[in-house]
């Protein structure tokens, strides 16, 4: 596709705002306009300069609002057949760390046939984590920016390892305002945590319950590991009436797949760097807080126990510190605003804690 020229772009822009000036220089062409009511016509006018590979940035300085046209390279697209080899590989890890989940869960408690859980295991695992992408996705479609297919990342399929990292998405358009950055964070963790709270209801049918003697032999003389749970997976444990005085729960490798949801599920929803949690936070308070909230969202990962996670934020949030929309100017919308507490909210929600809100 060939570069617009100057006049062109200049007459594309004048369709949406008046012009009040302009400054060419050799990488950008700087247009002063002079409306307020920006969010909106700004939007309409950024995609279209995507499809003519431009970028349009909306800034101010001294008073004046401007207009930066700049070009515009969108990455790569990747070979195609890259993303169906990760998922099936993924599946792979994920079916093998469930089949010997049922067999280490078996020798404690009867909980089925090892093939038949981990194909429950697999399917449970992998639409957390699809939903959760697929609602990406979605979000994506709605404000018309462009994205890769999900890229599921295979794990280590040995019990007492992760069977898969999970999945990324990465984005071939451009973050136009404050809403869509906020609508694309937010879209993927609440849309996984629906289907988190499913399979943790049909986990905890499945998981058996022992007499607590026996699990506290088990864990005193066999090496049984208590795992910290959430408070949502625990308000489901009681719900499915799975919390009973003197009997302890034997986690299925299914109620363990929501378990990892969960998880993913906290950890996204943290207020750093480049997480959902981390878009939602920059386009609700700015730069400055996400920036602080991010050392905080580290030091909550060291402080409980996800050192690897923590220096992961550390480190890639040294070398790309924001997420910064073409609009930075104008206001997230006041719903998105109210949504941020409960957003934090759900974050500590699916948190795993040290202690539970059932009683002994």
Same mark, same amino acid.
Request: a positive charge.
């Given at each position: 596709?060939?570069?617009?020229?100057?006049?062109?772009?200049?007459?594309?822009?004048?369709?949406f705002f008046t012009i009040k000036g302009i400054t060419q220089t050799t990488r950008s062409l700087e247009l002063?306009?002079?409306?307020?009511?920006?969010?909106?016509?700004?939007?309409?006018?950024?995609?279209?300069?995507?499809?003519?590979?431009?970028?349009?940035?909306?800034?101010?300085?001294?008073?004046?609002?401007?207009?930066?046209?700049?070009?515009?390279?969108?990455?790569?697209?990747?070979?195609?057949?890259?993303?169906?080899?990760?998922? +099936? /590989?993924? &599946?792979?890890? @994920?079916?093998?760390?469930? *089949?010997?989940?049922?067999? #280490?869960?078996?020798?404690?408690?009867?909980?089925?046939?090892?093939?038949?859980?981990?194909?429950?295991?697999?399917?449970?695992?992998?639409?957390?984590?699809?939903?959760?992408?697929?609602?990406?996705?979605?979000?994506?479609?709605?404000?018309?920016?462009?994205?890769?297919?999900p890229y599921f990342i295979p794990g280590i399929p040995v019990v007492g390892f992760i069977p898969t990292f999970?999945?990324?998405?990465?984005?071939?358009?451009?973050?136009?305002?404050?809403?869509?950055?906020?609508?694309?964070?937010?879209?993927?963790?609440? +849309? /996984?945590? &629906?289907?988190? @709270?499913?399979?943790?209801? *049909?986990?905890?049918?499945? #998981?058996?319950?022992?007499?607590?003697?026996?699990?506290?032999?088990?864990?005193?003389?066999?090496?049984?590991?208590?795992?910290?749970?959430?408070?949502?997976?625990?308000?489901?444990?009681?719900?499915?009436?799975?919390?009973?005085?003197?009997?302890?729960?034997?986690?299925?490798?299914?109620?363990?797949?929501?378990?990892?949801?969960?998880?993913?599920?906290?950890?996204?929803?943290?207020?750093?760097?480049?997480?959902?949690?981390?878009?939602?936070?920059?386009?609700?308070?700015?730069?400055?807080?996400?920036?602080?909230?991010?050392?905080?969202?580290?030091?909550?990962?060291?402080?409980?126990?996800?050192?690897?996670?923590?220096?992961?934020?550390?480190?890639?949030?040294?070398?790309?510190?924001?997420?910064?929309?073409?609009?930075?100017?104008?206001?997230?919308?006041?719903?998105?605003k109210k949504m941020f507490p409960f957003i934090m909210l759900l974050a500590f929600l699916c948190a795993p804690?040290?202690?539970?809100?059932?009683?002994?």
């Amino acid at each position: 596709m060939s570069i617009p020229t100057v006049d062109e772009v200049i007459d594309v822009v004048s369709t949406f705002f008046t012009i009040k000036g302009i400054t060419q220089t050799t990488r950008s062409l700087e247009l002063e306009i002079n409306e307020t009511d920006l969010k909106e016509k700004f939007q309409v006018l950024a995609q279209r300069m995507e499809q003519k590979n431009l970028i349009a940035r909306l800034e101010k300085n001294l008073g004046s609002t401007f207009i930066i046209i700049s070009r515009f390279q969108p990455p790569a697209a990747r070979r195609s057949w890259i993303p169906r080899v990760l998922f +099936a /590989g993924t &599946i792979a890890t @994920v079916m093998i760390d469930g *089949y010997y989940r049922a067999i #280490s869960t078996n020798s404690i408690a009867k909980v089925g046939d090892p093939i038949v859980i981990a194909v429950f295991y697999t399917i449970s695992l992998m639409g957390i984590l699809g939903i959760h992408e697929l609602g990406h996705i979605i979000a994506s479609k709605r404000h018309k920016l462009k994205i890769s297919w999900p890229y599921f990342i295979p794990g280590i399929p040995v019990v007492g390892f992760i069977p898969t990292f999970g999945a990324l998405i990465m984005s071939r358009g451009l973050i136009v305002n404050k809403n869509m950055l906020f609508d694309v964070g937010i879209s993927g963790p609440i +849309a /996984g945590l &629906i289907v988190a @709270v499913v399979v943790s209801a *049909y986990g905890a049918y499945l #998981s058996p319950l022992i007499p607590s003697a026996t699990a506290q032999d088990l864990s005193t003389n066999h090496g049984l590991v208590e795992i910290h749970s959430s408070i949502l997976m625990d308000a489901t444990v009681a719900l499915v009436g799975k919390h009973i005085p003197g009997k302890e729960l034997v986690m299925s490798p299914v109620l363990l797949a929501a378990w990892f949801g969960f998880l993913i599920t906290f950890l996204n929803l943290l207020p750093a760097w480049q997480l959902d949690g981390g878009h939602v936070a920059r386009a609700t308070l700015g730069i400055k807080w996400h920036r602080i909230l991010t050392y905080a969202s580290i030091g909550i990962l060291a402080a409980t126990g996800y050192f690897i996670m923590a220096l992961f934020v550390l480190m890639f949030s040294m070398r790309s510190r924001d997420v910064k929309p073409l609009d930075d100017i104008s206001p997230l919308s006041s719903k998105r605003k109210k949504m941020f507490p409960f957003i934090m909210l759900l974050a500590f929600l699916c948190a795993p804690l040290p202690f539970s809100i059932l009683p002994q």
